[in-house]
């Protein structure tokens, strides 16, 4: 007799052999499902932390997270790990370093944007930091998709919040790179309904 099938809301997600309900993108490359089960929509506060992640979504602009990931190693590593003083100091020598390190995306404006933004991130911290700053945009509700349809890619919320870090001296912080942000973050749970890993932030009940 073969077990009966495991019912998941929507087609949207993929019952693993482990018995564990994941979206399709997260269900069968082994590196977007282990990002997916151990560290996406995890709360991150720390200043490093998330500039590295507000750095990693305005290079993924344009391209498939999937290449970001596969590159992120390449990326702490020409980025001094994301620490803000340190690529603060960059300067030519560096971008032109940069512009030919293949481990990573070698795009000149986002490079630019890096040191900018490790500059703007250095000055919040007069205001209570970045982390705080990114986090006081947290919505009072989050989105309970059942579908990708169903999963908004900006809102309110990341329109003011990519307003407020342009004025703070931020480049490559659109809405919708913010949404991604807040995502990445947990500031939002958009997990799928029916997913393993709804509701496991501890930020959302």
């Known amino acids: 007799m073969s ?11 993929v019952v693993g052999d482990d018995g564990l309900a994941r979206p399709v993108w997260a269900s069968t490359d082994a590196l977007l499902r282990d990002y997916y089960d151990t560290e996406w929509g995890m709360p991150v506060r720390d200043e490093r932390g998330v500039f590295e992640r507000l750095s990693l979504e305005a290079f993924q602009s344009g391209l498939s997270w999937r290449t970001i990931l596969a590159k992120r190693p390449a ?25 030919a390190d293949a481990g990573i995306v070698r795009n000149r404006a986002k490079i630019l944007a890096t040191i900018t933004n490790a500059n703007a991130t250095i000055a919040l911290r007069e205001d209570g930091g970045l982390s705080d700053f990114v ?28 307003k407020a870090l342009r004025k703070r001296g931020f480049a490559f912080v659109g809405p919708t790179t913010m949404y991604a942000l ?4 947990g500031i939002v749970d958009t997990h799928l309904v029916g997913s393993h890993r709804r509701g496991t932030s501890g930020v959302w009940g």
Do not use: H, I, N
Request: net charge negative; glycine share 2%.
């Open 135 to 162: 986090w006081s945009f947290r919505p009072a509700s989050t989105p309970e998709p059942r579908s990708y349809a169903e999963v908004p890619t900006k809102s309110d919320e990341s329109v003011a919040l990519s």
């Open 182 to 185: 807040m995502e990445a973050l």
């Open 3 to 13: 077990p009966e099938p495991v019912a998941v809301p929507t087609s949207d997600l």
């Open 75 to 99: 990326f702490r590593a020409a980025f001094a790990d994301f620490e803000a003083d340190t690529v603060a100091q960059f300067g030519e020598d560096d971008v032109a370093r940069l512009m």
